[in-house]
Structures are given as C-alpha cells and as structure tokens.
C-alpha cells in the first residue's frame, strides 16, 4: 500500500518570499507523483507531476517539485508567492495510473 | 471542451433519506473515480468505474454505499439512509481510456450536508 505524508499543515509566508512545501511518500513499488491546488469551494487543479525522467519537475504557475527517490520526497518550491497562490495543496501518488492517494494537505497563506 | 460535471453542488439530506451524486466526465473519457473530502481533510479514494464495470472499490464503506457508471450517462454514487457524517465534499474525476500522462481530471466536487 502506498502512503503521502505533507509534514506542514499550514504554510505562512509574506508575498514575494520563496516558498517550500514538503511531501514525502511511501510505497514498495515505483510510482508516480503529484502536486495539486485547490482553491476555496473548487475542484482539484493540477500543478505539476512527475512520472519519469528528470527529476526536477516544473508545472504551471511558476511551481516546480524535486522527485528524490532516495529520501522518498516530492517536495513542491516557488522562488517569490503572490496573494493569489493562497490555497489549499495535496500531494498524491498513484501506481500504474489508477486511484490517487493524497496527503492531508498543507494550506499556504501568503501575508502582504 | 467541457470539464468534468458535477451535480449537484450542494445537497441538504435529512438523516435517513437518500443522496445521489452524478458526475459527467469529460469528452472522450471512459474512466471515473470517486473521492470523498471529510472537513479539514484530504481526499480519500472511494471506487474507480470504467463504463459497466467496477474496478476498483477498495475505498468504498461496506454499507449503504454504491456507485455506477451505465453505458449512457453519468455516472452516479449513491448513498443510501445518509448519516452526518456522510457530511463531506464528493468529488468525481475522469480519465481517458489510455492514460499515459496518468493524469486525472476533477469536476467542482457535490457538497453534502446531512441534517
């Protein structure tokens, strides 16, 4: 069975600072990973994935996530935050493209 | 091309009656799932359909719980004498039939209330 563990609850930052929220996952079978968004009331959006290759992944608005399969991690980065990337971010594995399994989810709050 | 449809948003049920979720997925795909979002939790997985077939419904609870994915239409997840804590967001996301990106699709989740 696989298992996601995001080791932030909540993430406070103040707009234009970098930003690191933490994934690590467990699994006996390779693979493949993913960041997604959530904003208020709304489905889920996806923001990156990773499933083979370079290692550094980078996605859709100025996000970017580093597979380290040594240390099982998926962590997701954004060199400066704006207001608008408040939201809710879960990180998922799935094997062989079927169900998800998520992490509790980090909520990132961005202070002007 | 229309996202993933889910309706309805919300849904208010009185403790003991029935709720019943559809979920249109996208053009072209022929793979639903079902996740189910407790407050201030992430998603869990509940079942993964593909058109007349159930394939995987691990995450379903034994009871009470049921979901289907006919040759027309949506699909539905049906939850029957609902309970509060049945309360939660339901969301339904697609794929396509080859799914080499593995990439699902999300629709804006049905919002139960059980009262």
């Known amino acids: 069975a696989q298992s996601v563990t995001q080791l932030d609850s909540q993430v406070p930052v103040f707009e234009e600072a970098p930003v690191e929220l933490r994934c690590n996952y467990s699994?006996?079978?390779?693979?493949?990973l993913f960041w997604y968004v959530q904003y208020p009331n709304q489905g889920l959006q996806l923001l990156l994935k990773?499933?083979?290759?370079?290692?550094l992944v980078k996605g859709i608005n100025g996000f970017e996530a580093e597979f380290n399969k040594s240390q099982t991690s998926f962590h997701l980065r954004k060199p400066s935050v704006h207001i608008s990337d408040t939201a809710e971010y879960f990180c998922?594995?799935?094997?062989?493209?079927?169900?998800?399994?998520f992490g509790q989810g980090t909520r990132l709050t961005i202070n002007p | 091309n229309a996202g993933v449809m889910q309706n309805p948003r919300h849904l208010v049920r009185r403790r003991g009656q029935e709720a019943r979720l559809r979920c249109s997925p996208m053009?072209?795909?022929?793979?639903v799932y079902w996740y189910r979002q407790l407050p201030e939790e992430g998603l869990k997985f509940m079942v993964y359909?593909?058109?007349?077939?159930?394939?995987?419904e691990s995450g379903m609870p034994k009871e009470r719980f049921s979901a289907e994915f006919p040759k027309e239409g949506p699909s539905i997840l049906r939850i029957q004498q609902v309970v509060r804590g049945d309360s939660a967001a339901y969301f339904c996301?697609?794929?396509?039939?080859?799914?080499?990106?593995?990439?699902?699709?999300f629709g804006p989740g049905t919002r139960l209330t059980v009262t």
């Open positions: 990773y499933l083979s290759g370079s290692t």
């Open positions: 998922a594995v799935s094997v062989r493209a079927q169900k998800l399994v």
């Open positions: 053009k072209g795909h022929s793979h």
């Open positions: 359909l593909q058109k007349e077939n159930i394939i995987d």
């Open positions: 996301a697609s794929s396509p039939p080859v799914n080499r990106g593995a990439e699902q699709y």
């Open positions: 699994s006996s079978v390779s693979v493949y």
